[in-house]
């Protein structure tokens, strides 16, 4: 059991959680030393030098565990799985933590729906996005936390809050109050209008009659008939919103000023900004994440790949079809994380057609130096995490290779060990 959240409470179905993370896969140590990483920051709008100390800190929020784990998903995973290799590369320690939302609205929704126990659900969807994470080689995270097992250390967050003004009650439901934190705005610096059209979009209830603002979230849940509730102590028996269950978890285990805070461009609001608010408003601190980095959403036929539209591509079922894991992360690799880019059966060729490319450079005894690529894949990747342009790199080498070939016999066994440490592929 992974937790340093305290006692576990048993979810209304008297199902007891061990929420693990997935084996890791071994990073060589390359010659040298890797560079800082300079990255995206959506909180200030440009590039920042990460400055980590001896351990750096990353929080990337987990899945929703149904419909795991579509191409979207993956992606987002990989350009945080980048950050932190790019870390270890400088000799860093790497502490990383993920939850995983094991109760929440779209979940309970769609175990109604399908007419199986929620908890079944997520427990299998949990299950799978460990295969497939293992299989993609994305380090795992030392705390992976499920919402249900960080109750006992979100109830009095909640009631902190209350207390301190920052969170009132209305019929019961306890709203967290944006007016709390003076830096309210400064992750997504959305307008007013498009705070409220997301909000009312991802999970929030701007048109709830008796909110102080209708930007505010909900706290807790108190119980609802038929749906899992949990001992709540003062607020009384309910259930936690989504954005305090991953400051709970992140606050425990990482602490206030961690390095990264990570997810896909879908949670910049409300989700991280709302959590940087419960955050802010909590300790009095600034800011709950130095840097607030986003990935670009997959599509696939032209519309975002999400649960709700039901358009995705299964890692699991990419893997069934026999599709090598190392050639799903080369087509995730041959987009900057940034973009937002579309899954097509030309993006999975052009990766199988790669990763064939380079077994084959590599399976030869000698080649062209490969000193200088150590340095070109680092840069491109301390470059806001340019893959694309690391891929470009080992391609010319690989095409050297094929060319005219070369008598480094280091080359080949040097290229693999880049591949592998700094992009996750296994050659
Ligand atoms: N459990 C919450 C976070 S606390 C959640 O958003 N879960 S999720 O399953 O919906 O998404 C998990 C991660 O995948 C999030 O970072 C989300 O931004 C990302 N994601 C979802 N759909 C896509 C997509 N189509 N492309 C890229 N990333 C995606
Ligand atoms: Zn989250």
Redesign the pocket.
Known sequence: MISSSGSYPEPASGYARDMHAWPASEVPALPGKGRDLRIHDTATGGRVTLDPGPVARIY??????YD?T????A???NAFDLVQRVWLDTKRQVHYVQ???DV?D?LLERAVRDDIDWVALAEKETALFREDMTALRMLPPQHYIGAVEAIPGIVPLVERLRDAGAAYELDGDVYFSVEADPHFGEVSHYDTELMRALSAERGGDPDRPGKKNPLDPMLWMAAREGEPSWDGGSLGRGRPG?HI??VAIALDHLGMGFDVQ??????VFP?HEMGASHAQALTGEHPFAKAYV??????LHGE????SKGNLVFVSALRRQGVDPAAIRLALLAHHYRADWEWTEEVLQEAVERLDRWRAAVSRPDGPSADALVEEVREALADDLDAPAALAAVDRWAARQQAEGGTDEAAPGLVSRIADALLGVAL
Do not use: Q, R
Request: charged share 15%.
């Open positions: 990337v929020c987990g899945i929703t565990p795991a579509h191409i979207g998903h992606a987002t995973y939850n995983v939302t929440d779209p989504w269950e991953c990570g997810g896909g461009s879908d949670l989700h986003h990935a670009g959403m997959v599509a975002k790949m999400s649960k």
